[in-house]
């Protein structure tokens, strides 16, 4: 790309396929994969953006790369690739461990979509306590085809209500995913109506 002409606003990523087995023979490259989120860096001068697989905009979580970009000698850029963090040696200070319990959750909400995603964006999730009281549990979209959004927001926008069926507001901020932005929330009546996510 030349110096002078500006980065698009965003390019849709092209994905890896999923196979049983390795390829093998002739053409064939094989590099590491690195653990990390899928992103996109627009830089057009001194704006510099991270952006996801999806088109948001994760600039804010990352400022260190950032600053790591703006120091590259370019005046326009668009890069693809994988952010990772990753020490060498003993992984003794980086550890995991694998969720193995089921929970069932109610869907209370809906956020408007976002970057390419049509219909909705989030699902927000809640559960029920002993005593009957609606809290919030979390968000989840990740993994649902176009034609699925698109049915389940016309199973949702019926059941659209004014008022938050929770008992307390949900936190604004997450480890997980952009800020909650409670003005671009759609909250779904209390009760039965709404589909269960499993």
Known sequence: MG?????????????????D??????????EIKYDGYRMHARIDGRDIKLLTRTGLDWSHRYKRTIEALDSLKVKSAYLDGELCAYAPGDRGIWVKSKCLN??????????D?????????ALLLGYYTEDG???????????????????????LAPLQVKRM????????????????????????????DLPDMD
């Open 102 to 111: 089921r929970e069932e959750f109610v869907v209370v909400g809906w956020t």
């Open 113 to 121: 979509p976002e970057g390419s995603r049509s219909h909705i964006g």
């Open 133 to 155: 009281r609606l809290y919030y549990a979390g968000r989840a979209g990740t993994g649902i085809t176009d034609k699925e959004l698109k049915r389940l927001a016309g199973v």
């Open 21 to 30: 087995e390795a390829p093998t023979g002739y053409g064939w490259l094989h």
């Open 3 to 19: 110096t002078t002409s500006r980065p698009p606003k965003w390019i849709k990523p092209q994905l890896t396929r999923l196979i």
């Open 165 to 192: 069926p929770l008992a307390e507001p949900p936190p604004r901020d997450s480890r997980f995913g952009s800020p909650l932005k409670l003005s671009r929330v759609h909250w779904g009546r209390r009760g039965s």
